[in-house]
């Protein structure tokens, strides 16, 4: 690679999809970005110098704080969690549902507001189900979506 990224990715890797963490792995070898997953639990990661991986405690949100309190300006953060997401971008920071949705400062609020009512709804005894499985579409619109924000990235 001929020039330096200088940002970091980083994985809310709890619920991040195997095939998505694979996805992550391929792009950091061959991009040469440091990619550090974070999750409360071991996890086994390929042999790399720009791979690591964090484990924190259990608990409620432990894993979205250290993603928090780590992440920097232009770092990217994989993540289906809505609260994190928000986090994230209110830190100058980019964020990137396994789905393939890069969220922006308009579309993290109306997501928000829209996981707000979802769990006012349960909490009322409402069944809302959950989301649908993961698809190769979903693995398809991710990597398409991690290219052309890598893509940006080299440009800029």
């Not at 391929?26 to 996890?43: G, H, K, S, W």
């Not at 780590?70 to 100058?92: E, F, H, M, N, W």
């Amino acid at each position: 690679m001929d020039e330096a990224i200088e940002f970091r990715i980083w994985v809310d890797a709890d619920a991040c999809p195997a095939v998505i963490k694979d996805i992550l792995y391929r792009t950091a070898e061959r991009m040469q970005i440091p990619l550090t997953l974070v999750a409360n639990q071991f996890l086994r990661t390929p042999p790399s110098a720009w791979i690591r991986a964090v484990q924190v405690p259990g608990g409620f949100d432990v894993a979205d704080a250290e993603i928090v309190a780590r992440v920097q300006p232009g770092d990217l953060v994989i993540t289906a969690d809505i609260p994190l997401a928000a986090a994230v971008i209110g830190k100058s920071a980019h964020a990137l549902d396994p789905r393939g949705e890069l969220y922006t400062q308009d579309t993290i609020r109306e997501r928000l507001s829209m996981r707000n009512f979802m769990d006012e709804l349960r909490g009322s005894g409402v069944e809302t189900g959950g989301p649908a499985g993961f698809s190769q579409g979903d693995r398809q619109a991710f990597a398409n979506q991690l290219d052309r924000f890598l893509a940006k990235r080299r440009s800029a």
